[in-house]
């Protein structure tokens, strides 16, 4: 199984702030990646697919880029709407894993 | 607009079953794959099960493999997991969400529990 690992696991970060979340992969994922964003007691929501494509109604500050291993999600300018766990998510081969989950939290 | 509401979650036994359906509407819904994906408390998600829109594919993570079924009922646009020999590590909310590889639409979840 490939195994998908998200760093930091909790970042504190400020309304403005650039944030940027590292996924990596066991394996070459080529750029089968999703980025979800969840809130408590919510289902998560698509952000980001296919590593850097932009989900329909998603804020243009999320972007996400990388291939091959190593990826990453972007937050140019925190919101408040933002302050949620993301997970990243391949879909290489199965079984389709997930990495453990970013918690950003108010600084 | 598009919604799925899943349901037939609840509190089982040990070794128990129990059928979760989930109910869509807003797209055609034999035109697109479909998964589940679990969620035990205060953890990560867990890709569960795929289904193609026409049934010839069908995946299973290595943890329910031989345990649960997934099915579809495209004339009645419902996507269905029935869950067999459940254990204690399988309490968890259930989400169906749909696509072939990103989720892009996902349910509010329904709670599985095991417990004696």
């Known amino acids: 199984d490939i195994q998908m690992t998200q760093s930091p696991s909790t970042l504190s970060a400020s309304v403005g702030d650039r944030v940027t979340i590292t996924c990596r992969a066991s394996q070459s994922i080529n750029y089968w990646l999703a980025w979800y964003q969840q809130k408590p007691g919510k289902a998560p929501n698509l952000l980001i697919y296919k590593a850097s494509s932009l989900e329909s109604g998603v804020p243009s500050r999320f972007s996400g880029s990388g291939s091959g291993t190593e990826f990453t999600l972007t937050i140019s300018s925190l919101q408040p709407d933002d302050f949620a766990t993301y997970y990243c998510q391949q879909y290489n081969s199965y079984p389709w894993t997930f990495g453990q989950g970013t918690k950003v939290e108010i600084k | 607009e598009v919604q799925l509401v899943e349901s037939g979650g609840g509190l089982v036994q040990p070794g128990g079953s129990l059928r979760l359906s989930c109910a869509t509407s807003?797209?055609?819904?034999?035109?697109?794959?479909m998964n589940w994906v679990r969620q035990a408390p205060g953890t990560g998600l867990e890709w569960v099960s795929y289904i193609s829109g026409s049934s010839s594919a069908i995946y299973y993570a290595d943890s329910v493999k031989g345990r649960f079924t997934i099915s579809r009922d495209n004339a009645k646009n419902s996507l269905f997991l029935q869950m067999n020999s459940l254990r204690d590590e399988d309490t968890a909310v259930y989400y169906c969400?749909?696509?072939?590889?990103?989720?892009?639409?996902w349910g509010q979840g329904t709670t599985v529990t095991v417990s004696s």
């Open positions: 807003g797209f055609t819904f034999s035109t697109y794959n």
């Open positions: 969400a749909r696509g072939g590889g990103s989720l892009d639409v």
